[in-house]
């Protein structure tokens, strides 16, 4: 009586398979032994966007499609040495049995490496059997090439209204409403203070400001010549008044105002008094 032979199968791990950036791949493998015939074929492709690619980035998710052809189908992921396989099918850390279709490749985000193996057998009637085996893919414990699946890259991957906030790391990136949409930061100058070159920020115009010493002229600072003013100061003992120039009377602490309150070096209390009554009075009633 005939007795069953194994027919040798073709160490997988002594084959390299160098197919990173080529779309679509395919490789398989046949077995016969007398009567019996036995294929396989496994059919991968490298990953592909599904939404918008921007270089490595994909605004959507890499995906895979994959299908085989013998009895039994596998897939795993960043497995460091291919698997071995017997006559009831694969083994190995990882190996786990699939089905056609297409595979989403999001660990983290990041796009793990992933290989695929076909098994198949074959008997026949007078006893004859055979059994072949083939994997193909990107081995290797990492993740692939660097791509990574995020919820977008820009503007153009976000609904209308939207914008792509990358402030933080690349996981963080979202669409977000876009609050700067309809603010306008228009250069202007109000109470002696020019404001310019505005940038939105969260629907809040943030200025680069200019203090005028002579008032506005429009959205610009008027122009007027150097002189000696009585400028106010605020210190941390109350109000202080005193002689000075234009140009250094000019932080936000100091307001130029009525020359008669520097008239005397030192002013009693109720001479300060006074001068608030007048400086309010002033603000009031101009």
Known sequence: MKKPILCFLIPIFLISFLISF????SYDNSERYGDAYAYV???G???ECEGNAHGSY???TWYADVSHTGDKFY???KVSSWPSADDNGYSGQGVQLTQDGRKYLDESG??????LCAWDYDSSPNGDWAWAGRCGGYLGTGYLDGKKNVDC?????CSSGQICDKSGDWETWECKVNLCEYVSCEDKCEYATRYYDGVCSEGV???QTENCFYGCDGKLCAEGDEEEVCCKYYASGGAEYQWTTTSECKTPEEVIVDDSYCEDEELTLFDRFINWIKETWKKIFG
């Open 205 to 207: 115009c943030q200025y």
């Open 75 to 77: 897939i795993a992921y």
């Open 45 to 47: 492709m490298y990953p």
């Open 58 to 60: 994909c605004a959507g």
């Open 153 to 157: 890259y820009d503007n153009s991957d």
């Open 110 to 115: 990041n796009v793990p490496r992933y290989i």
């Open 41 to 43: 074929e496994v059919v």
């Open 22 to 25: 080529v779309s679509a791949w």
